[in-house]
């Protein structure tokens, strides 16, 4: 859910039934949803605060897992500077819970 690359994030509101969220991370994304919603083809709503917590909270929980598997497939977690990330991040991300 997290693509944190891309203009546009799109999942699952988790206990609102109908509705998902949506992570606008660029200018050009929010251009894109400003249009949507002015020619009537988006609805939006505020996510409630809880909510924001439980999406960051999985975000954090599903980038550890990647790490996780990375590390078992490569048999190294020192190895994974193509990932771009200083070792210090590496480690917290695999130790924080």
Known sequence: MTSE????SVGAAEG???????????ERGQELVRTAVSKGL????????????????SARLKKRRALQSLVRK????????????????VERMLRNA
Do not use: F, Q
């Open 5 to 8: 690359m891309t203009d546009i």
């Open 16 to 26: 609102i039934a109908g509705w998902n969220t949506v992570i606008i991370r660029t």
């Open 42 to 57: 988006l609805e939006t709503g505020e996510l409630p605060e809880e909510n924001l917590d439980h999406l960051v909270e």
């Open 74 to 89: 490569s048999g190294k977690k020192g190895d994974l500077l193509y990932l771009k990330l200083k070792r210090e991040t």
